[in-house]
């Protein structure tokens, strides 16, 4: 069955700090990657999204992601996180049109991030 | 504003009592889904919807049903509440892969329940 890993639990970084969080997926077929965040008390904002092409994935806020198929990878980074960071960051893959439309999103964990001023 | 609409926001229901909660939106998506929200389980689907009339189990269907008599809401029902389905609860849409194959998912603000 497809499911998505998120290696970390909890982060905790000084402003500044440079942010790595994992995510490894397991299919072996047509995947579309996701990075969602939500902010303490709000609902899921996509981050960016990863469908083809590139694999260096550029997205909001000064994110960015690198798709690395011979891993099943899909890491999530920023140079140097701010306090505004502070959120809990989901995974999420959805496979290609090969299920006949029925495409369905599944989440990792998550990974809480905690930025300390 | 456009987007997805999840009523109520909140909601204490005591156990074996019923509740309904309520996604609607307005961009015309085709597909709707309604996920749970645990600590350390990330989001996990409960139900999907891949057009009006239609529904079909997520991987935690059980204690749960759901309807989409039109296409712009789809219904979570509780029939007997249990503490164990206290959760956050997220409905989200999206449009048929053909229309927009790059677009992602809307999520609505969530319903917070919990059961006593």
């Known amino acids: 069955a497809q499911s998505v890993s998120q290696h970390n639990h909890h982060v905790i970084l000084s402003e500044a700090a440079s942010l790595e969080l994992g995510c490894n997926y397991s299919y072996g077929g047509t995947v579309n990657l996701f990075w969602y965040v939500q902010y303490p008390g709000q609902h899921l904002q996509l981050l960016l999204k990863?469908?083809?092409?590139?694999?260096l994935v550029k997205g909001i806020k000064g994110f960015e992601a690198e798709f690395i198929k011979s891993k099943f990878s899909f890491n999530l980074r920023k140079p140097s996180v701010q306090w505004s960071d502070t959120a809990e960051y989901f995974c999420?893959?959805?496979?290609?049109?090969?299920?006949?439309?029925?495409?369905?999103?599944?989440f990792g964990a998550g990974t809480r991030l905690a930025v300390h001023p | 504003n456009a987007g997805v609409t999840q009523t109520p926001k909140f909601r204490v229901l005591k156990t074996g009592q019923s509740m309904t909660l309520l996604c609607a939106q307005d961009?015309?998506?085709?597909?709707m889904y309604w996920y749970r929200q645990d600590p350390g389980m990330g989001l996990r689907l409960i139900h999907y919807s891949v057009g009006e009339g239609t529904t079909a189990k997520g991987e935690v269907p059980d204690g749960y049903n759901v309807s989409r008599l039109k296409k712009q809401n789809f219904l979570l029902g509780l029939e007997s509440a249990a503490p164990s389905q206290t959760s956050v609860y997220f409905c989200a849409s999206r449009p048929r892969d053909r229309e927009r194959p790059n677009y992602g998912y809307t999520f609505g603000s969530g319903t917070r329940l919990t059961v006593v």
């Open positions: 961009m015309n998506h085709e597909y």
């Open positions: 990863y469908f083809s092409g590139d694999p």
């Open positions: 999420a893959a959805t496979t290609g049109l090969s299920l006949g439309g029925y495409n369905k999103l599944i």
